[in-house]
C-alpha cells in the first residue's frame, strides 16, 4: 500500500521532531536538511541547504540548496520558501537519521519489516529496564 504525501510530511515530522519548531530555529546562516516531500506544489527529496531569509510568518523562511535543481527546459531553482516544521538542523543526529533511513530503503519490504518488529521490540525491552 502506498502512502499519501501528507503522511509521509507528517511521518517525517514525527521521525526528526519538527512539530514544535519555530521560526525562531532557524537564524540567517543556519545549515538545514528539507524533510518535506511536498511544499506549495514543488516536490523535495531530503536536499540541503542554507538559511539566507527569515521572515518569521508562513513559509518565510528562504533556504538556498546547497546543489541548485536543474530543470529540463533550462530553468534553474536556487532557493525555495518553508515552513519551520519542513526543516530540521543539519546536524549530527539529523545525519544519523538520514543514513539509517536510506539503510531502511536499500532493504526489501520483508527485511524492512523485521527491522520494524526488532526496533518495537527493543522499545519494549527500553520500558521494562526502567
Not at 27 to 49: A, L, R, W, Y
Not at 86 to 94: I, M, P, Q, S
Amino acid at each position: 500500500m502506498s502512502k499519501s504525501l501528507f503522511k509521509t510530511n507528517s511521518d517525517y515530522v514525527a521521525l526528526y521532531g519538527t512539530a514544535d519548531n519555530t521560526s525562531e530555529d532557524f537564524p540567517v546562516g543556519t545549515h538545514v536538511k528539507i524533510i518535506c516531500s511536498c511544499q506549495d506544489f514543488h516536490f523535495f527529496f531530503g536536499e540541503t541547504g542554507k538559511v539566507i531569509k527569515n521572515g518569521g510568518t508562513y513559509l518565510s523562511i528562504t533556504v538556498e540548496y546547497d546543489e541548485p535543481r536543474h530543470y529540463v527546459g533550462g530553468d534553474i531553482e536556487k532557493t525555495f520558501n518553508f515552513e519551520p516544521k519542513d526543516l530540521v538542523l543539519w546536524d549530527d543526529k539529523a545525519k544519523e537519521i538520514s543514513i539509517e533511513q536510506e539503510r531502511l530503503k536499500k532493504l526489501d519490504k520483508w527485511e524492512r519489516a523485521k527491522e520494524e518488529d526488532n526496533k518495537q521490540r527493543s522499545k519494549r525491552f527500553e520500558i521494562l529496564d526502567l
